[in-house]
């Protein structure tokens, strides 16, 4: 599928028509009395109509059959996808996952909504006022199935093995240290490759934006032609067996059947929209003089909540960058924070932890749990010649950061089986180095 075209841009007014059907998008209007082809005109907002027009979002959908034609849905078995925060006792410890198990196709076959596994959150979908945060685990590819996030927006992380994305706006690759957004509503299906894992972050009542860039000016972190949109592709294809659309809604799932494939779309034009970004374009903003700039600079996208400055949810990475900071003990410092951390690896060693902490697995530094570098990072980084060097080459860390007091779930704690429960001795071998004695050296 190496030859997938997209669009270039973030938040666009985009138009796209498959070109089998040439002429296929109306022309004037949204809703004309008969649409070109015979096709149904459909509108799928991801906004209030009256929303400032800087945040109104909405797309228009011209397909064979509106979406409207499917049986009742009922009620389908949740797996570990829950949104029930208060199932176990609350943790403030801080938590370390060593890499969730990837189901082997042999003994048996998930797909990504099977796989799709709730490790922590906060909030409420009734409310549209939270976040989740997920794994998904899978080897087999969705067949005759799509899903459909009436709760919110995913934000889907790959770390091993890639992913095709077949939406009603056209298809996507998304790859290992690649990200996508698909956003409240659509449609989506996903085929794998063999053994497949990542991370999701779900927002509940926003959509993810790029974050203000203030003094750095109009340049900088994730540029927005680096965004990618999916072109229109249809598919007209009657399922004699059903096809099955699942819709997660207030934290549940539902399942209706419909006799043709969702996927029917034969021209859109809007600005709701799903996308995709290489995080390898993210031009990366750092000192270059001494201390650290704090790890908002890191930010590719923010789910802003209603209080200014404050997000329900950032998305940062620390990709590979130089260091160049004198003076400074460069690694991370430690830290108290007001907001709740959470730490995955696509890739690589992260650099105040170059042990235990390994890719597809994952760390939570909860509000106001102290966190930082383990003894070996400090005794050496203490010490070290301060000279340029790479930072964290070949690698990709990225934090899912929410102001939200996340509740980790059973299948997180227990469950999973994968909860690292030595975590803590990290920072076990930290000495006092404090010496009343020291003066100032004279100059």
Same mark, same amino acid.
């Given at each position: 599928?190496?030859?997938?075209?997209?669009?270039?841009?973030?938040?666009?007014?985009?138009?796209?028509?498959?070109?089998?059907?040439?002429?296929?998008?109306?022309?004037?209007?949204?809703?004309?009395?008969?649409?070109?082809?015979?096709?149904?005109?459909?509108?799928?907002?991801?906004?209030?109509?009256?929303?400032?027009?800087?945040?109104?979002?909405?797309?228009?959908?011209?397909?064979?059959?509106?979406?409207?034609?499917?049986?009742?849905? +009922?009620?389908?078995?949740?797996?570990?996808?829950?949104?029930?925060?208060?199932?176990?006792?609350?943790?403030?410890?801080?938590?370390?996952?060593?890499?969730?198990?990837?189901?082997?196709?042999?003994?048996?076959?998930?797909?990504?909504? +099977?796989?799709?596994?709730?490790?922590?959150?906060?909030?409420?979908?009734?409310?549209?006022?939270?976040?989740?945060?997920?794994?998904?685990?899978? /080897? +087999?590819?969705?067949?005759?199935?799509?899903?459909?996030?009436? *709760?919110?927006?995913?934000? @889907?992380?790959?770390?091993?093995?890639?992913?095709? @994305?077949?939406?009603?706006?056209?298809?996507?690759?998304?790859?290992?240290?690649?990200?996508? &957004?698909?956003?409240?509503?659509?449609?989506?299906?996903?085929?794998?490759?063999?053994?497949?894992?990542?991370?999701?972050?779900? &927002?509940?009542?926003? %959509?993810?934006?790029?974050?203000?860039?203030?003094?750095?000016?109009?340049?900088?972190?994730?540029?927005?032609? *680096?965004?990618?949109?999916?072109?229109?592709?249809?598919?007209?294809?009657?399922?004699?067996?059903?096809?099955?659309?699942?819709?997660?809604?207030?934290?549940?799932?539902?399942?209706?059947?419909?006799?043709?494939?969702?996927?029917?779309?034969?021209?859109?034009?809007?600005?709701?929209?799903?996308?995709?970004? /290489?995080?390898?374009?993210?031009?990366? @903003?750092n000192c270059v003089a001494f201390d650290h700039a704090d790890?908002?600079?890191?930010?590719?996208?923010?789910?802003?909540?209603?209080?200014?400055?404050?997000?329900?949810?950032?998305?940062?990475?620390?990709?590979?960058?130089?260091?160049?900071?004198?003076?400074?003990?460069?690694?991370?410092?430690?830290?108290?924070?007001?907001?709740?951390?959470?730490?995955?690896?696509?890739?690589?060693?992260?650099?105040?932890?170059?042990?235990?902490?390994?890719?597809?697995?994952?760390?939570?530094?909860?509000?106001?749990?102290?966190?930082?570098?383990?003894?070996?990072?400090?005794?050496?980084?203490?010490?070290?010649?301060?000279?340029?060097?790479?930072?964290?080459?070949?690698?990709?860390?990225?934090?899912?950061?929410?102001?939200?007091?996340?509740?980790? +779930?059973?299948?997180?704690?227990?469950?999973?089986?994968?909860?690292?429960?030595?975590?803590?001795?990290?920072?076990?071998?930290?000495?006092? %180095?404090?010496?009343?004695?020291?003066?100032?050296?004279?100059?």
């Amino acid at each position: 599928m190496s030859g997938l075209k997209y669009l270039s841009g973030f938040g666009n007014e985009f138009s796209s028509e498959d070109p089998r059907c040439p002429g296929s998008l109306p022309e004037g209007q949204n809703n004309p009395q008969v649409c070109p082809y015979g096709l149904y005109a459909e509108q799928l907002s991801g906004s209030a109509f009256t929303c400032p027009r800087p945040t109104n979002k909405r797309s228009w959908l011209y397909r064979i059959l509106p979406s409207v034609r499917h049986k009742p849905y +009922t009620a389908m078995h949740c797996g570990n996808l829950t949104e029930k925060w208060d199932e176990v006792e609350p943790d403030p410890n801080q938590l370390r996952w060593m890499p969730f198990t990837i189901p082997k196709s042999s003994e048996k076959k998930v797909d990504f909504v +099977t796989g799709l596994h709730t490790l922590c959150g906060a909030g409420d979908t009734k409310s549209r006022n939270g976040i989740g945060i997920h794994m998904f685990t899978c /080897n +087999t590819s969705m067949v005759d199935r799509c899903f459909n996030n009436s *709760d919110g927006d995913f934000l @889907i992380v790959p770390q091993h093995g890639e992913i095709l @994305i077949t939406t009603e706006f056209g298809k996507m690759m998304v790859e290992p240290n690649e990200i996508c &957004v698909i956003q409240q509503g659509m449609r989506f299906s996903v085929d794998v490759f063999g053994e497949t894992r990542g991370y999701v972050l779900e &927002v509940y009542g926003a %959509h993810f934006e790029l974050p203000d860039l203030g003094p750095i000016g109009a340049n900088g972190l994730a540029n927005p032609r *680096d965004f990618l949109t999916p072109v229109a592709w249809y598919e007209d294809r009657e399922v004699a067996t059903g096809y099955t659309v699942i819709n997660k809604y207030q934290g549940k799932l539902f399942s209706s059947q419909q006799s043709f494939s969702p996927f029917n779309v034969v021209a859109w034009h809007g600005n709701y929209t799903p996308y995709k970004y /290489n995080l390898e374009n993210f031009m990366v @903003i750092n000192c270059v003089a001494f201390d650290h700039a704090d790890p908002s600079i890191f930010t590719v996208l923010t789910a802003k909540s209603t209080r200014p400055g404050v997000a329900m949810a950032d998305f940062v990475i620390f990709p590979p960058r130089w260091g160049v900071a004198d003076h400074t003990f460069r690694p991370p410092y430690y830290h108290r924070n007001c907001m709740s951390e959470f730490m995955g690896l696509i890739k690589g060693h992260y650099e105040a932890k170059k042990e235990g902490f390994q890719p597809g697995g994952g760390t939570l530094h909860s509000m106001m749990t102290p966190h930082g570098p383990d003894r070996d990072c400090f005794e050496k980084s203490s010490t070290a010649l301060l000279k340029p060097e790479r930072v964290a080459e070949g690698t990709m860390a990225f934090m899912f950061e929410s102001s939200f007091s996340m509740a980790v +779930t059973k299948w997180g704690l227990e469950t999973c089986q994968k909860l690292d429960k030595s975590y803590y001795q990290c920072w076990e071998p930290l000495r006092k %180095h404090f010496d009343p004695n020291w003066r100032p050296s004279k100059q």
